[in-house]
């Protein structure tokens, strides 16, 4: 989906809606506007609904109440909309009880112009639960969006819908079946971590390799940690390391051997050797311990750092993350506590007699809390040496202390 904001709903303001009518941005495929509320008959329900499912069956898009367009679709002025807030809880209420399957993702908000006109703005997702029927009040009905308009679905639509998800799905299970088997090429017989995650729409081109946005985000992730161990290369110096271009989109690595990449698609990716988390036992030389703090430092900052990019790009969309540690095996943990911290936990450590362990992919619809991400895979990693989750988390937060 087009993103005509290039930023998240919730930071749009009144200066990107005022903009939109002076550069005249017509009605099209991902944007529709509306002058009034729509009404309480179930015939202005029912075309509510309507409009909300077309834009999820197609790309998805924005629906602006309270934005007068002339017959050409060209947004003209504002009209206020009255009770906004109360209008817009009865928008979502409806969609959540009169559309099937749930539109997940869907989101929206009001705004207040300088002129004092109050509006409803309404994000919709580009759907990966596709095809959603209208269910209310006899009407069982999908619509679709082409262009400006919306049409009722036909069965070769509905019957595409369902197979175009089936290959969203492929898509990314592929994408991440080659992107394994490069790795294992790359790494061989090497210990690593890797992170990586990707909006679910992989075949999309969303990154701009020129854009200065993205060289400083990897130089210098945002709301990265203090402790030393995080993703940012600021302290590293540019003369040393700086973006490169590749074949896929972006690469920065530092001298201790941590690689970021950023495909053109939106693939992040982080690549440490296990080594940056190992150490010998002090009281038996042969055992090799996996550092937990360090461990648990680099993925708390990776999400942290996956949510500045989401907002740098405005991507609303899925992200699917998964996490992989090669050839560790023999590799100890100790559960990062000096004693198990809840009566049902293993002992203080444990260790991996596999080679590998690959934490499946996850669905992220938010990362408001970029912290409970992390600690969902810390915990799994945790779980796969026999603890129940991983310390030093308070209410889905990280709390090193």
């Known amino acids: ?23 005249g941005y017509k009605e099209r495929q991902s944007i529709e506007y509306k002058k009034e509320m729509y009404g309480r008959s179930d015939s ?18 924005y629906l602006l109440i309270g934005i007068e367009a002339d017959a050409s679709g060209i947004p003209i002025k504002p009209f206020h909309i009255a ?31 300088d002129s004092g006109e109050e509006i409803i703005i309404i994000f919709i997702p580009r759907s990966i639960k596709k095809p959603h029927m209208v269910s209310f009040s006899g009407l069982d009905q ?9 049409f009722p679905m036909a069965v070769e639509e509905i019957k595409d819908a369902c197979i175009n998800v089936e290959n969203i799905w492929n898509d990314m299970k592929q994408f991440l079946k080659e992107r394994e088997l490069e790795l294992n090429e790359e790494i061989r017989t090497n210990a690593f971590l890797i992170i990586g995650s990707s909006p679910i729409f992989i075949k999309d081109d969303i990154i701009d390799i020129t854009d200065h946005k993205i060289i400083n985000f990897l130089i210098k992730p945002p709301d990265q940690t203090n402790e030393n161990f995080n993703l940012s290369f600021e302290a590293v110096g540019p003369e040393d390391c700086y973006p490169e271009p590749t074949l896929n989109g972006l690469k920065i690595s ?31 030389k042969e055992i090799t311990l996996i550092h937990h703090k360090r461990i648990i ?15 740098i790009l405005g991507i609303e969309q899925t992200i699917v993350a998964y996490m992989s540690l090669f050839n560790i095996e023999g590799l100890v943990l100790k559960h990062g506590k000096k004693a198990p911290y809840a009566a049902y936990a293993k002992p203080v450590s444990s260790s991996w007699l596999n080679r590998n362990i690959k934490i499946p992919p996850k669905q992220i619809f938010s990362l408001n809390n970029p912290d409970k991400e992390a600690k969902y895979f810390l915990d799994r990693l945790w779980n796969a040496y026999g603890f129940v989750e991983a310390p030093y988390f308070k209410d889905d937060k990280y709390c090193p202390k």
Not at 6 to 22: G, H, M, R, V
Not at 86 to 110: A, F, H, N, V, Y
Request: charged letters at 30%.
């Open 1 to 23: 989906m087009e993103n005509i904001f290039q930023k998240k709903l919730d930071e749009i303001a009144c200066s990107d809606i005022n903009n939109l009518i002076t550069i």
């Open 44 to 61: 202005d329900k029912k075309e509510m609904l309507k409009d909300i499912s077309s834009m999820a069956n197609a790309y998805g898009g």
């Open 83 to 113: 009770d906004a807030e109360k209008e817009r809880d009865r928008i979502e209420q409806s969609c959540i009880s009169s559309i099937e399957p749930r539109i997940s993702g869907l989101k929206s908000k009001t705004i207040k112009l």
């Open 142 to 150: 999908f619509w679709i969006r082409h262009n400006d308009k919306k």
């Open 254 to 284: 530092s001298p201790s051997y941590i690689t970021v990449e950023l495909n053109r698609n939106g693939y992040f990716e982080a690549r440490i050797p296990m080594e940056m988390f190992s150490y010998p036992a002090i009281e038996r």
């Open 297 to 311: 430092n680099i993925i708390v900052n990776y999400f942290r750092a996956l949510a500045g990019l989401t907002e």
